[in-house]
């Protein structure tokens, strides 16, 4: 709750997607020690009771990052201590059991495109903006953007943003390989429910590799990653789902796969 009595974090399951909601407008759903705690307890019950999440934004941002004015008064090792539990938490759903998706509209800067890129798929409508101005601010990202953003945009992209304070566009960011979709205005929530319905029909387990084996392999040597791949792939193929699924495709029961609508 913050001082109205609203949750900071909004929390609906619609069907088998959990719909989570930064929920501070006022703030622009700034992220505080509190926020980010109510966003673990979110994303907990998400993997409890959903097979696929989304997060957005209330208001006319996404998210304007770390809440500066609780920041500014922070010990050292207070500070330490809140971007590690921002790590933990980040990781509980990077590598959790189901996809989380982001819609993204307005500011989406420092803590907020952090928080965006520990998720699997991000959405942006044309009014997304993202920024990176920890240098402007005089400090740094912490809340894993230095790894994930990085390792998405590349960390001379992320350099020039965090050293000019540049904004970016989502179609810029798309470019770049930072958001996989650019929707118009007002759309990106119900484009990121789609997909996220979608996810979760898919195999439980096939979700689960596709979270927590996909980027490790990607981290492996290529013997390491073939190898790892072919007992992961095995591995889903056994279970009773799998087989029920490819006799569904092969008595022609499962939808075919159709061509991309024009972009
Ligand atoms: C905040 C914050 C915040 C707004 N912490 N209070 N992030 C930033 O450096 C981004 C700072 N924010 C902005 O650039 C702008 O607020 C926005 C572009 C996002 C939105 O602009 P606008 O004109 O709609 O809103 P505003 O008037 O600037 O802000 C409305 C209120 O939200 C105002 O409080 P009020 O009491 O005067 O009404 C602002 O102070 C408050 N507010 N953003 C606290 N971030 C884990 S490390 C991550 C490091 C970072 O994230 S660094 C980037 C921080």
Redo the contacts with the bound molecule.
């Keep these: 709750m913050d001082g109205s009595g609203e949750a900071l974090v909004s929390y609906q399951l619609q069907g088998e997607v959990a719909v989570i909601g930064l929920n501070r407008p006022?703030?622009?759903n700034?992220?505080?020690d509190r926020v980010v705690e109510a966003l673990r307890d979110a994303a907990e019950r998400a993997q409890r009771e959903a097979r696929a999440a989304v997060i957005y934004g209330e208001g006319?941002?996404f998210?304007?990052?770390?809440?500066?004015?609780?920041?500014k008064d922070k010990p050292l090792f207070d500070a330490i201590q809140?971007?590690r539990r921002?790590h933990a938490i980040f990781s509980t759903f990077e590598r959790g059991e189901i996809p989380f998706f982001t819609a993204l509209h307005?500011?989406v800067?420092?803590?907020?495109?952090?928080l965006a890129a520990a998720t699997h798929v991000r959405v942006a409508d044309e009014s997304a903006?993202f920024?990176?101005?920890?240098g402007?601010?005089g400090?740094?990202?912490?809340?894993?953007?230095s790894v994930r953003i990085a390792r998405l945009i590349g960390a001379a992209r992320m350099g020039d943003m965090m050293l000019t304070g540049r904004t970016v566009s989502p179609a810029q960011m798309e470019q770049w390989g930072g958001i996989s979709y650019v929707v118009p205005k007002g759309q990106a929530l119900a484009k990121a429910l789609e997909l996220a319905q979608a996810a979760a029909t898919n195999a439980p387990l096939s979700n689960y590799a596709i979270l927590n084996a996909l980027p490790r392999i990607a981290e492996m040597s290529v013997e390491d990653g073939l190898f790892t791949e072919s007992i992961v792939s095995a591995l889903t193929s056994e279970t009773p789902e799998a087989k029920q699924r490819l006799r569904d495709f092969l008595e022609k029961r499962a939808a075919r796969l159709k061509a991309p609508d024009a972009p």
């Design positions: 006022g703030k622009r700034a992220i505080s006319d941002h998210c304007a990052g770390l809440d500066l004015a609780e920041h809140g971007s921002w307005g500011a800067v420092g803590g907020g495109l952090e903006f920024g990176l101005p920890e402007q601010r400090i740094f990202v912490g809340g894993g953007g």
